[in-house]
């Protein structure tokens, strides 16, 4: 068990999150059950509780993304923790200095949470075997990997607004073949019961190996949007859209940008959510992303809360 | 009058700081009043105040000033707010994330207030008008626009030195045409009264409809300074010196380059500011800079105090 | 004696840290007393101590140095100050102001501290002779001149090893023509009473005027290491190996690479020191640097309880 499961402790509590694969059901709800008694901190007056007093918490970005970062970064201070941030690049591994003498280096200031960013898929996991009993890792993306806090608080906002998992058709559009936010969003889903999770992409951007992960595999919009409760719109890269997999930010609207045409093909009460940033009028419409049924700001106020439970979860382990 | 004061709201108290253009007398008053409170948090034993606390404060920097980011962030941990720095050249901008939404999306993660600079002038009134009601906005540098801090502390300094606005000659000198200081002192010297206010540089420096604001000009430093009480310094932008606007700065110095001889012809109590950075021996002499009528750093240790009271002033509105 | 001491103050207390040269044994030693009583805070579940609460902890590095920043943020935050980061290359410098104009600047923001990292030899002097008396200037490096901090903690190291620096022979070993570690090292050991240091390098690395500082030469790694107790390796730096000073990496290892087979003409118990961040395989084997002797982390944990003692001794001088 602890082999299958290295971001869970003996006691099957969460010591790391590097991913929501193999992730238990019960600990997800847990995750979300104690996120939810965060949500109400952003009301109060004073939008703190001392959870995380006197704790080192550092942002690891290997990857420079200033959104993310402060979404921790945010999360970490409302918990009273004293947070530092290292844009890694800059530093000390463009003096040449190895990723595990940086982690040493660092956990040696006797830190208490690493959030790691890296263009490396599985250079969290990496970590996170390498540090002592009371260090605590966070992955805030590896790579085409996993993006773990992404998927919970995808889920957060999915029983949020739909209750019951265990009822939904979830659609997800988009490049799934680059997506980090996929992966760990299907490993979610299946995890919590969704009957139904649906790949929406064109053939370049669908990897192979989705039909055995129980996803069903749809090339058209149209057709995969059917009767969804949720639709979960992905960023087309810019790399993308410049390079051979796709002709072009036009023609990849035309067929997969969700309009409000399209979204009408979806339950009424469906609702449309996206990691961010956006792409207006590429991967989705402003007219949807703006429209009474995106929640994609709901998203990002759920996103605080779940980091919180994260941190104040693996901190506490 | 909400039309015309869109940083007030309805019982006239300070939501947001975009301008001092139309800002009322007695606000700008009630702001250095406030201010007058904070100048002895500098010099406690703990130089801080619970005003803000468990707030956060996301200084938003589409355009890069360590000096200035710096001013707002030491305001900001006074009054023991969270604060959050974002470069946002480097982020979602880059990635093509419209301003809008970036806004939106830390407006989700419950902002209390956004402290704003951005190279387009209007950027942070459009962000006001599009935030909900629990976000204040403070413009810290919009194009060439306004800059209304660096203008209440420039108000601050004169009152403080000179009590009353309403016996004064104030003389602005240098690049008038790109200072978006400039136009912000302009605006609040007039509403606070201030009898005469004068524009001194050379012509391709001065903006037209100086006169309809009420604004004697001249091109020559020796006129323009002769009685005044107050002579603030614009830096020359380097970019200026280098472009098809000035012959050198060899010659800018030459005629208007405040030096001991010209600062003679003013009253001789005048006192001399600058908003930072300076280039001595450009636009200043150092000899004036350093000399006893400079109150030039004072300027900076009440800018601490003037961004501290807009901050807990639009915090509590 | 201001005039030999000019980091202390007339009570002979510590004012600025700007070198260990001229600072006084009794000093050092109550430096690593205070450090001593910190060590324990990074052990506690809540790691703050309140003694520079409400202080204002100013970063200044004109040279990138990420490592470094994050040990004096870290420890800075640990007394519970306020810390206001500042990469200066890319602010007012970049606007053509001049170093004092910038200090004299933040100076008055109320700053206490300033850490100082600068290219330039001295600089952290120059601002030390500058500011008033209630700013305390921390040299964090200065060009090729001095690193006090780190020279504190390999001392504090030193003592917590080996006790008793009267008996030891300690090997500084590498690039010491450069190397600003080295230089505050020598100073500190024989201001301790370290009967004999000794400097191992290529004749290219190796500085002239050592024998005047009581240093005993070696070319040959083999004759200097024998019976040592304490290895102090430094960092080749990567322009060293590009350069014309040096054949390359593969020979420099060949000939003053730390091997086990080298370490064991130390004596048997002699510890290995690295400043960080390490070259594995040029100046040190892997081997080497996890090895039993080594104790290179630990010189990172009791680098922040040194800079917290450094901090709260010049903040309360």
Same mark, same amino acid.
């Given at each position: 068990?602890?082999?299958?499961?290295? +971001?869970?402790?003996?006691?099957?509590?969460?010591?790391?999150?590097?991913?929501?694969?193999?992730?238990?059901?019960?600990? &997800?709800?847990? *995750?979300?059950?104690?996120?939810?008694?965060?949500? $109400?901190?952003?009301?109060?007056? *004073?939008?703190?509780?001392?959870?995380? #007093?006197?704790?080192?918490?550092?942002?690891?970005?290997?990857?420079?993304?200033?959104?993310?970062?402060?979404?921790?970064? &945010?999360?970490?201070?409302?918990?009273?923790?004293?947070?530092?941030?290292?844009?890694?690049?800059?530093?000390?591994?463009?003096?040449?200095?190895? !990723?595990? @003498?940086? *982690?040493?280096?660092?956990?040696?200031?006797?830190?208490? *949470?690493?959030?790691? /960013?890296?263009?490396?898929? $599985?250079?969290?996991?990496?970590?996170?075997?390498?540090?002592?009993?009371?260090?605590?890792?966070?992955?805030?993306?590896?790579? /085409?990997?996993?993006?773990?806090? +992404?998927?919970?608080?995808?889920?957060?906002?999915? #029983?949020?607004?739909?209750?019951?998992?265990?009822?939904?058709?979830?659609?997800?559009?988009?490049?799934?073949?680059?997506?980090?936010?996929?992966?760990?969003? &299907?490993?979610?889903?299946?995890?919590?019961?969704?009957?139904?999770?649906?790949? &929406?992409?064109?053939?370049? !951007?669908?990897?192979? $190996?989705?039909?055995?992960?129980?996803?069903?595999?749809?090339?058209?919009?149209?057709?995969?949007?059917?009767?969804?409760?949720?639709?979960?719109?992905?960023?087309?890269?810019?790399?993308?859209?410049?390079?051979?997999?796709?002709?072009?930010?036009?023609?990849?609207?035309?067929?997969?940008?969700?309009? %409000?045409?399209?979204?009408?093909?979806?339950?009424?009460?469906?609702?449309?959510?996206?990691?961010? %940033?956006?792409?207006? $009028?590429?991967?989705? @419409?402003?007219?949807?992303?703006?429209?009474? +049924?995106?929640?994609?700001?709901? +998203?990002?106020?759920?996103?605080?809360?779940?980091?919180?439970?994260?941190?104040?979860?693996?901190?506490?382990?």
């Amino acid at each position: 068990m602890p082999e299958r499961h290295p +971001q869970l402790n003996a006691h099957g509590e969460l010591r790391h999150l590097l991913t929501t694969e193999g992730l238990p059901r019960a600990l &997800i709800h847990r *995750i979300l059950d104690t996120a939810a008694g965060f949500v $109400g901190v952003a009301d109060k007056d *004073i939008k703190k509780v001392p959870l995380l #007093r006197g704790k080192s918490v550092f942002n690891l970005f290997f990857e420079n993304s200033t959104r993310t970062r402060t979404t921790f970064e &945010i999360a970490a201070k409302r918990l009273s923790a004293d947070v530092v941030n290292l844009n890694v690049n800059v530093s000390s591994t463009a003096k040449g200095e190895s !990723l595990l @003498d940086t *982690i040493d280096n660092l956990a040696a200031m006797a830190a208490d *949470i690493f959030v790691v /960013r890296h263009a490396s898929s $599985g250079a969290p996991f990496q970590i996170a075997q390498h540090v002592g009993p009371n260090l605590h890792v966070i992955n805030a993306g590896d790579g /085409r990997h996993a993006h773990p806090t +992404q998927a919970l608080l995808d889920m957060y906002t999915i #029983r949020h607004f739909k209750k019951d998992f265990t009822q939904l058709r979830v659609a997800i559009v988009g490049d799934i073949l680059h997506s980090r936010v996929a992966r760990s969003n &299907i490993h979610a889903l299946t995890t919590l019961g969704v009957p139904e999770v649906r790949a &929406i992409g064109p053939l370049t !951007l669908l990897p192979s $190996g989705l039909r055995e992960m129980g996803v069903r595999v749809y090339t058209s919009l149209e057709e995969g949007l059917k009767d969804v409760d949720v639709v979960i719109t992905l960023r087309l890269q810019n790399e993308r859209m410049r390079g051979a997999l796709l002709p072009s930010a036009q023609e990849y609207y035309k067929y997969y940008g969700l309009s %409000p045409e399209k979204l009408a093909l979806a339950k009424p009460d469906a609702i449309v959510m996206h990691p961010g %940033p956006m792409n207006r $009028g590429v991967e989705i @419409d402003s007219a949807v992303a703006d429209g009474p +049924q995106s929640v994609i700001l709901s +998203q990002v106020t759920f996103g605080i809360a779940v980091r919180m439970a994260v941190m104040s979860m693996v901190a506490s382990s």
